[in-house]
C-alpha cells in the first residue's frame, strides 16, 4: 500500500446489474445514526425553548452532513473492499462517540462532539483522496478541495468546542455555514478552482435508495419514541387514540414521501446526464428539511401521548403544526425541484397548517395531533389521485 495513493483501484463499478445496490456494510454504518436522531430529537423535548430549536437545528445539520458525505463517497467507492469497509466502521466508531456526546453537546461535551465530527470529516476526505489519487484524477482533485475546505471549518469547530458554552453556538453556526456552502461553491479553492456536477458522477440509483432509507431511520425513530411512550401508559381508550394518531402521522409522512415522489425524482436522477446536479441540491439541501420535519413531528408526539387531554401548551402547538409543515414544506421544495412544479396537494397542506393555530389553544392535544395527521391524509389522498388522473399513468 503505497503512502502516496492505493495501488489498486476501490470505485464502485458501474453498469452491472446490481452495481448501485446498497451493501449491507452501508445499512449497519446507518445504525449510528438512527442513534443520532433519536439523541436530537430528545435534546430537542428537553429545552423547547427558541435556543433549544436553533441548537437542536444545527446539531442535525452537522449529523446530517457527515451522513450524507459520507453517501457521497460510498457512491464512488465500493463498501465490499476491505479498506472502504474498515474506513466505515472507524467512521461508525467516531459516529457513536459523536451521538453520545450530543445532549450536552453544549455543555461539558463541546470539545468530544467538534473533534469526533472533524475527525469523522477530514479523516473520509483524506482515505478518499488516497483511494483514488491514481485512479479518479478529477474526483482526487475534488477531494483536495473539499479537504481545504474541511480544515478551514476545522478551525471553528474546535475552537466552538474549546470556548465557553455560551459562546460555542457562534463559533459553530460560522463552521456549519463553511461546510453548507462548499458544495453550492463546488468548493472552489484557490491554486484549483472549483468542482463541476458534472466532476462529480454519482450514480444516481444509489443516491437515491441511500436517501430514501435515511428517510426510514427517521420515521423509524418517531415509531420508536412513539411506541417506548405508549408502552409505559396505563392503556386507556384516550391514550390508545393518542397512539394511533402518532401511528397515522408516521403512515402518512412515509406515504407522501414514497408513494409519488420517491420514484419519480429515482427515475429522473438516474436518468439525467447530470446527476450530480440533482444529488447536490434534491438529496443533499433539501432532505435535511425532511428530516427535521419528522424529528419535530417525533417531539409533537411524544407530547401528546404525554398529556392528550386539556389545552396545548404552545410547545404542543409549535411542534405538532411546525413539524407537519417542515415535512410538506421539505417535499414540497423536492419534488418541485426534480418535476420543475411544486405539487398542488402539498401547498394546500401549508394553506390548511397555517390556519390551524387561528383554532387556538381550544384544541386538546390529542385533537390538534389528529387535524395535523388528517392534513397529511388529505395531502397524500390528493396528490395520489392526481397522479391517477395524469394521461399516461397505468
Known amino acids: 500500500m503505497a503512502l502516496s495513493g492505493a495501488i489498486r483501484n476501490y470505485a464502485r463499478i458501474r453498469g452491472g446489474s446490481d452495481s448501485a445496490k446498497v451493501d449491507f456494510v452501508e445499512l449497519f454504518f446507518d445504525l449510528v445514526f438512527v442513534f443520532a436522531v433519536t439523541q436530537i430529537s430528545h435534546f430537542l423535548l428537553h429545552d423547547l425553548s427558541l435556543k433549544g430549536l436553533g441548537e437542536s437545528a444545527l446539531l442535525l445539520a452537522a449529523v446530517w452532513w ?8 460510498t457512491n464512488w467507492l465500493d463498501p465490499t473492499t476491505p479498506p472502504v469497509r474498515v474506513m466505515l466502521f472507524v467512521l461508525m466508531l467516531a459516529g457513536l462517540v459523536l451521538s453520545t456526546s450530543i445532549p450536552t453537546a453544549f455543555a461539558g461535551r ?78 472552489r479553492t484557490p491554486g484549483l478552482g472549483a468542482s463541476t456536477t458534472a466532476d462529480w458522477d454519482v450514480d444516481g440509483d444509489h443516491m437515491a435508495e441511500r436517501a430514501a432509507l435515511f428517510i426510514i431511520i427517521a420515521l423509524g425513530e418517531s415509531i420508536l419514541v412513539s411506541g417506548a411512550t405508549f408502552a409505559e401508559q396505563e392503556w386507556t381508550f ?15 409522512m412515509w406515504l407522501i414521501y414514497f408513494n409519488v415522489g420517491q420514484l419519480r425524482a429515482h427515475h429522473k436522477i438516474a436518468s439525467t446526464d447530470d446527476p450530480g446536479r440533482i444529488a447536490r441540491v434534491a438529496y443533499t439541501y ?5 428530516v427535521a420535519g419528522i424529528i419535530v413531528v417525533a417531539v409533537s408526539d411524544e407530547l401528546v401521548l404525554a398529556h392528550p387531554l386539556g389545552h396545548s401548551a404552545p410547545s404542543v402547538f409549535w411542534t405538532s403544526i411546525g413539524g407537519t409543515a417542515l415535512y410538506l414544506i421539505g417535499n414540497l421544495l423536492f419534488k418541485g425541484y426534480v418535476e420543475g412544479r411544486p405539487p398542488l396537494s402539498h401547498m394546500a397542506g401549508l394553506v390548511l397548517c397555517a390556519v390551524l393555530p387561528f383554532a387556538g389553544g381550544a384544541l386538546s392535544p390529542l385533537v390538534l395531533g389528529a387535524a395535523t395527521s388528517l392534513i397529511l391524509i388529505v395531502v397524500t389522498i390528493w396528490e395520489y389521485v392526481g397522479r391517477i388522473k395524469e394521461p399516461g399513468h397505468h
Open 110 to 187: 463541546g470539545l468530544v462532539f467538534a473533534l469526533a465530527f472533524v475527525t469523522m470529516q477530514l479523516g473520509r476526505s483524506l482515505f478518499v483522496m488516497w483511494a483514488m489519487r491514481h485512479h479518479n484524477r478529477s474526483n482526487y482533485l475534488n477531494f483536495v478541495r473539499i479537504s481545504v475546505w474541511l480544515g478551514v471549518s476545522a478551525v471553528f469547530w474546535i475552537s466552538g468546542g474549546l470556548a465557553d458554552p455560551e459562546n460555542r453556538v457562534f463559533f459553530w453556526l460560522v463552521a456549519l455555514l463553511i461546510e453548507l456552502a462548499g458544495p453550492a461553491l463546488g468548493f
Open 286 to 290: 433539501i432532505h435535511v428539511l425532511l
Open 66 to 73: 457527515v451522513w450524507v458525505y459520507t453517501a457521497w463517497v
Open 238 to 252: 384516550i391514550a390508545f387514540s393518542a397512539f394511533l394518531t402518532t401511528f397515522v402521522a408516521s403512515v402518512a
